[in-house]
């Protein structure tokens, strides 16, 4: 994972309208959805149907299920394998979580931050619409379960993000689920934030269930957030206490990762608490 690295007649419109909805409710209040788009052995090719660049090397990419009524298929938790050539056009696969869920009918979205010298990076900013990118999942170690534990303590560090938004998305929107999240995310620049509209609107929508520090090495002169690197004091104030019915999740660039780990593991979280994405 690289890191700090869009159906006429009105009426059939309607109706595909009234069917994407219902499948969404459906993954929510019944559990049961459609069958997967996904294959875990083999890669499938999904359509580039919407781009939209949301900062100089940030970009929101959708791309076309089967169906309007398809679903993605990837267990809350878990990631894709996307496929695709670099600047000399040797393949390249990389792992990415999508930001969206299966109750997102139709379609699924990928936010990639892409770097200088990335090799997936340069793949994703030549792709235009109309394009095709190979995906296979799902892939990942962590599924989540609805009450599998009380909290959920977040340490994120740039695109590393994503899988935290997908897992918190999944546990806000599920009204049957009341586990907690507490997540500190860390960037060097204000820019370099991803998904903030999206957060603070988690987080203004279910103020008693999700709590959000952001970090900065390179704050603005008006910021009240973290300043310099997540710490350990910072882990104690903005996130669940020690017990055996919380987790700790982190993703991040490797140099936080590791640091991450060290900090939890001083301030008494066990290694069944912690979990590296």
């Keep these: 994972m690289e890191i700090l690295e869009s159906y006429g007649v009105e009426t059939v419109g309607i109706a595909v309208a009234v069917v994407a909805v219902a499948a969404g409710a459906a993954y929510f209040f019944f559990g049961k959805k459609s069958k997967g788009s996904l294959d875990p052995d083999n890669f499938k090719d999904f359509k580039l149907v919407?781009?939209?660049?949301?900062?100089?090397?940030?970009?929101?990419?959708?791309?076309?299920?089967?169906?309007?009524?398809?679903?993605?298929?990837?267990?809350?938790?878990?990631h894709i394998s996307c496929r695709g050539k670099d600047n000399v056009g040797e393949e390249v696969i990389k792992p990415y979580t999508p930001t969206t869920l299966d109750s997102d009918v139709g379609y699924f979205e990928l936010v990639i931050k892409m770097y200088p010298q990335g090799r997936m990076s340069h793949h994703f900013r030549e792709m235009r619409v109309g394009d095709y990118l190979s995906v296979k999942g799902p892939k990942g170690r962590f599924k989540y379960q609805v009450g599998q534990v009380r909290a959920f303590g977040m340490l994120a560090g740039g695109s590393g993000i994503t899988p935290m938004f997908q897992v918190t998305r999944a546990i806000l929107e599920n009204p049957t689920d009341k586990t907690k999240v507490h997540l500190i995310y860390?960037?060097?620049?204000?820019?370099?934030?991803?998904?903030?509209?999206?957060?603070?609107?988690?987080?203004?929508?279910?103020?008693?269930?999700?709590?959000?520090?952001?970090?900065?090495?390179?704050?603005?002169?008006?910021?009240?957030?973290?300043?310099?690197?997540?710490?350990?004091?910072?882990i104690k104030t903005h996130c669940p206490a020690p017990a055996s019915d919380i987790q700790i999740l982190r993703c991040g660039p490797p140099p936080m990762n590791k640091a991450m780990a060290a900090h939890l593991d001083d301030l008494g979280y066990t290694k069944e608490m912690q979990f590296q994405f």
């Design 50 to 78: 919407e781009k939209n660049q949301l900062s100089h090397n940030v970009a929101k990419f959708r791309f076309a299920l089967p169906t309007p009524t398809s679903v993605l298929g990837l267990p809350i938790g878990q």
């Design 186 to 234: 860390a960037n060097v620049t204000y820019e370099d934030i991803l998904l903030k509209e999206e957060l603070d609107s988690l987080a203004r929508n279910y103020p008693d269930r999700f709590q959000i520090y952001f970090v900065l090495n390179q704050p603005p002169d008006e910021w009240n957030g973290g300043v310099g690197f997540v710490s350990k004091e910072m």
